[in-house]
């Protein structure tokens, strides 16, 4: 399970290093890192995103339009986080440039039980405060 909240830096290269609480529930294998819902990243488990995916896509028909067009929108802005020798991981551009992050910038990482989700500090501390507002009303 994915709980607690850090903030860290993006390098001038896109990479970032996930919190080391996470890294360990998140597994050996690289995460699978893809576009999430307001404008941030998602990182699932390699086992997890396997298993979601096959539950999303695996009994779908190989010639099913919609489904195909679903898994390319999906997984053409997907990768796996392939670390480097000092635990980095690169965030393809497509992918930062989505999520509003810029190199050298202050990013969040959020658990989110069965994920972590990566987002822009702005763009987090507005997401809060959002979710303040409407809690108000």
């Not at 850090?6 to 890294?23: A, C, L, S, Y």
């Not at 679903?70 to 997907?78: F, I």
């Not at 690169?90 to 989110?112: E, N, R």
Request: net charge negative.
């Amino acid at each position: 399970m994915f709980v607690g909240e850090f903030t860290h830096q993006v390098d001038d290269k896109g990479r970032i290093r996930i919190p080391t609480k996470f890294k360990s529930a998140l597994g050996e294998e690289a995460p699978f890192i893809m576009q999430g819902e307001e404008k941030c990243l998602y990182v699932y488990s390699k086992k997890f995103s396997d298993e979601m995916l096959e539950s999303v896509f695996g009994g779908g028909k190989f010639n099913d339009k919609e489904m195909n067009a679903q898994k390319a929108r999906l997984m053409s802005k997907a990768c796996y986080g392939e670390e480097d020798k000092q635990g980095r991981v690169t965030i393809p551009q497509a992918l930062l440039k989505y999520a509003k992050i810029d190199v050298s910038s202050t990013i969040v990482s959020v658990g989110a039980y069965d994920h972590v989700q990566i987002w822009a500090k702005e763009a987090w501390e507005e997401f809060l405060a959002a979710e303040e507002k409407e809690e108000q009303e």
